[in-house]
């Protein structure tokens, strides 16, 4: 059988949505057509030193109009939850909410979803691990608006465990309710794109720094392997590394 060599990130069948809160690799991301939405988090807000949530949120959103864009509730409580959640909806027409399939007490979201769901705002339903979850959350939102479920397979794979049978098992749940698209979320290397891909997967949101290696994609094995030698041999000698036979031979 031949392989299938994809050499462009425009040829991969998975929508490729862009995980991060560094605005000036939004707006770079933003003008390539094959970025076809973006997600982020607190986590990743935090670690570029957002302060003002929704003045970061308003200024991404002059960014990106016109892709899916989801931003996270960050309460615990559900009242707020769901006052969060309303608000973030009212910033724009292709903002999700993302909420987590639990609170950290571990109680599920239930209640909160479907009253959303209900009232029509978009949804991203987040770190799901296994199929359980995927199951229940689809009956959720199954009766809303078009909404995301996110299971994240990168920290499947974290614990030992192959991703791609539980992701599999995610897209046939999915299969009956063509407002659901699953997302492989928290990805840990070009490769994990290729398997979403495989199993059907409609999203994977990907970090910035993983996306900026897909340059490699489709590049000739040879080639990489001789860049690498001249990588390794360049950064030796720009250290100055000696070890103390050649310095003896050199002193002869």
Same mark, same amino acid.
């Given at each position: 059988m031949t392989e299938r060599v994809v050499t462009s990130p425009e040829e991969l069948r998975v929508k490729i949505f862009a995980d991060g809160a560094d605005r000036a690799g939004i707006a770079e991301l933003a003008a390539k057509p094959w970025v076809q939405g973006f997600t982020t988090n607190p986590t990743l807000m935090r670690k570029v030193g957002v302060e003002d949530y929704a003045a970061f949120a308003r200024d991404v959103l002059e960014l990106v109009p016109d892709r899916p864009i989801s931003f996270e509730v960050f309460s615990d409580e559900a009242a707020q939850m769901e006052e969060q959640a309303r608000l973030i909806s009212s910033w724009g027409e292709n903002v999700y909410v993302k909420? $987590?399939?639990? @609170?950290?007490? =571990?109680? $599920?979201? %239930?209640?909160?979803v479907r009253r959303l769901a209900g009232d029509g705002v978009k949804l991203n339903i987040t770190a799901l691990t296994n199929v359980r979850q995927v199951t229940d959350v689809v009956q959720w939102v199954a009766e809303g608006p078009s909404a995301f479920i996110s299971v994240f397979a990168g920290r499947i794979a974290d614990t030992g465990? #192959? $991703?791609? $049978?539980?992701? %599999?098992?995610?897209?046939? %749940?999915l299969r009956p309710h063509l407002n659901l698209q699953l997302i492989w979320a928290s990805p840990r290397e070009v490769l994990n794109l290729f398997q979403a891909e495989a199993v059907g997967c409609h999203v994977i949101t990907v970090v910035h720094d993983i996306l900026a290696k897909l340059g @490699?994609?489709?590049? #000739?094995? #040879?080639?990489f392997s001789?860049?690498?030698?001249?990588?390794?041999?360049? #950064? =030796?000698?720009? %250290? =100055?590394?000696?070890?103390?036979t050649q310095q003896r031979i050199a002193a002869r």
């Open positions: 909420i $987590p399939v639990t @609170n950290t007490r =571990g109680e $599920p979201s %239930a209640e909160i465990r #192959d $991703p791609v $049978p539980i992701m %599999a098992a995610a897209v046939e %749940a @490699n994609l489709g590049r #000739d094995l #040879d080639d001789l860049e690498t030698v001249r990588e390794f041999f360049r #950064d =030796g000698q720009v %250290a =100055g590394y000696t070890l103390p």
